[in-house]
Structure formats: structure tokens, C-alpha cells
């Protein structure tokens, strides 16, 4: 089920400007910076307010999805992700209501966990990220 909104993410060509950003000028203070090899990105996450963050991402090593994203629409909101405590019965009820995702299956992604994408010509035009934590 659905437990709350886990990050917004934000599609950044630098990532070292975008943090100063966030945090020199917002004050939003960076709590880490980490690759995430599966996803070919390296993020920024900045905690906001409880579980919630800002994920800065940006290209690892020039390659990967988020090249496409920033060619295509350049910098900003990349996507919206919600925390879920049974990630494989939220998508299976999902896609019982039409919802497609950008893979068949659940992949890794930052912090151990597992990650899914909702297309988003399934969502109103909102790319859509569930993600479950270890136990």
C-alpha cells in the first residue's frame, strides 16, 4: 500500500550547481550524495520534511535515461516518487487497473530499494516511481 510521498526528483545537467542551489541558497541541507550504478545516475538527496526529499539526479558518466530526459525537456521535475510497504501488490493492482509500467519487472534503486516506474501516459503525464525499503 501506498504509505507516503518518498522524493520529488529533479533532472540536473550539473549536479554540483544544482546543491548549491538547494542548499546555499534554500538552506535545504544535503544529507548525501550517491551513484546508483542500476539506474546510471549519481543523486543529491536533500531532506525536506519527514520521509520526504529532493532527489537532485544527474547522468552517470554521461550515460543512461536521464541524457534522454534532459535532451528532451531539459532540467526540472523528472518524476514523482511514492513509498510503498508491498511494492509487487500495488503494481499487480495497478495494472489491473490499466496502469503500464517502464519495466516488467521491479529493479534496484538508491537506499536497497526496490523500484518501479509508472509510464507516464499512464498517469496523466506524471513519469511515477514506487519504492519499497528493506524490512
Do not use: N
Not at 42 to 54: K, M, N, Q, R
Not at 83 to 110: N, Q
Amino acid at each position: 500500500m501506498i504509505r507516503s510521498l518518498d522524493h520529488i526528483a529533479i533532472a540536473v545537467p550539473e549536479l554540483t550547481e544544482a546543491i548549491r542551489r538547494f542548499s546555499d541558497d534554500l538552506g535545504i541541507a544535503l544529507d548525501h550524495v550517491k551513484d546508483v550504478r542500476a539506474a546510471q545516475t549519481t543523486t543529491a538527496f536533500l531532506p525536506v520534511s519527514g520521509p520526504t526529499a529532493i532527489e537532485l539526479v544527474t547522468p552517470l558518466d554521461g550515460e543512461g535515461p536521464i541524457v534522454t530526459s534532459l535532451a528532451k525537456r531539459g532540467p526540472g521535475l523528472h518524476h514523482l516518487c511514492f513509498r510503498t510497504d508491498d511494492l509487487d501488490a500495488d503494481v499487480a493492482r495497478l495494472r489491473d487497473r490499466g496502469w503500464r509500467f517502464t519495466t516488467e519487472a521491479p529493479t534496484p534503486g538508491a537506499h536497497g530499494t526496490r523500484v518501479i516506474f509508472a509510464h507516464p501516459r499512464s498517469t496523466g503525464g506524471v513519469l511515477i516511481e514506487l519504492a519499497e525499503y528493506p524490512a
